[in-house]
């Protein structure tokens, strides 16, 4: 590891220190005793290791150390950002300002038919539905027809506080032993049976496995079919045999139901680009310009 390989290099230089001869610029320096050298190598060691302990405990996971919703939006999509204040930079006026411009709306109402088309719940459940996932979808960049496809696999009849045989709770099934952690529940709540804070985590969990980091810490896309096995934690399928046909069920809903959603074009078109690309388009035709 390159921790591992910095450290070697500086164990190296003090001992080249160690037993460098400095006779020749100091007129003869006494050799250092082998004592004093086992002393200070391990104290340069405690040192090292203190140095390293701290910026473990000091380093905060990616999902706290995201920028603005408007830093997003002026780096991904700068068409969206140009509807927001230069002084209104809080995160919830952001996201007001944002749910209140006409393609969020129309974004949302198409939702909603798609909803309603399935006659599981009445239309104030489904507009509350919709906007938490289009919400959602235009904060993370996530397109909404892959948030309305999980959420079909997951939990066809919209139950809130549905859950399964391992544990997994609500609209988008998030399996709380793994998520509700101390800095998850800081930023989306506690409860996962709350429609609103389901939503959240979900769409947040898609966006980590759609766009994951690099160990050099660059964010890459990922293709869709692996991004949805990780969402359903399917890696070697161990647990659940067949859950690597879970994508095809995706898919399978999407193409089936979500008609205004996708308005007529095809799976891959409808979900292949983020939220924001999808609804401004990228800047000079070049979609890599507004993926993150």
């Known amino acids: 590891m390159p921790e ?12 080249r220190r160690e037993h460098s001869d400095d006779s020749g610029r100091r007129g003869g ?4 005793s082998p004592l004093v050298y086992v002393l200070r ?29 408007g830093e997003e939006l002026r780096k991904h999509a700068p068409e969206v950002a140009a509807v927001l204040s230069p002084a209104d930079s809080s995160h ?27 006659k599981q719940v009445d239309s104030a459940r489904a507009d509350s539905i919709a906007e938490y996932a289009v919400r ?21 009849k919209f139950v809130s506080n549905a859950k399964s045989n391992v544990g997994a709770v609500g609209l988008m099934q998030v399996y709380p032993k793994i998520w509700l952690n101390k800095e998850m529940t800081a930023l989306f709540g506690k409860d996962l049976a709350s429609d609103s804070t389901n939503v959240k985590y979900g769409v947040f ?23 949805l096995l990780r969402y359903n934690g399917c890696v070697k399928g161990t647990n659940t045999p067949r859950c690597h046909t879970y994508p095809n069920k995706v898919q ?3 193409e089936g139901s979500a008609k205004s959603i996708c308005d007529g074009r095809g799976f891959y078109e409808c979900i292949a680009k983020p939220f924001v690309a999808g609804l401004f388009g990228a800047t000079n035709g070049d979609s890599s310009q507004v993926t993150k």
């Open 4 to 15: 591992e390989d910095g450290v070697a290099d500086r164990r190296e230089r003090s001992d």
């Open 29 to 32: 320096k006494k050799a250092t």
């Open 41 to 69: 190598s391990i104290g340069l060691i405690v040192i090292l290791v203190l140095v390293i302990v701290y910026t473990v405990v000091n380093t905060r996971p990616i999902y706290s150390t995201r920028g603005t919703l």
């Open 92 to 118: 919830g006026a952001n996201v007001d300002r944002l749910m209140a411009t006409p393609k969020f709306q129309e974004e949302k109402r198409n939702f909603y038919e798609d909803v309603m088309r399935l």
């Open 136 to 156: 959602e979808a235009y904060i993370r960049g996530i397109s909404p027809a892959i948030v309305f496809g999980v959420m079909l696999t997951e939990n066809a």
């Open 205 to 227: 969990i898609l966006s980590q496995y759609f766009r994951p980091k690099t160990k050099s810490g660059q964010t890459r896309e990922r293709d869709w079919q692996t991004a």
């Open 252 to 254: 399978k809903f999407v």
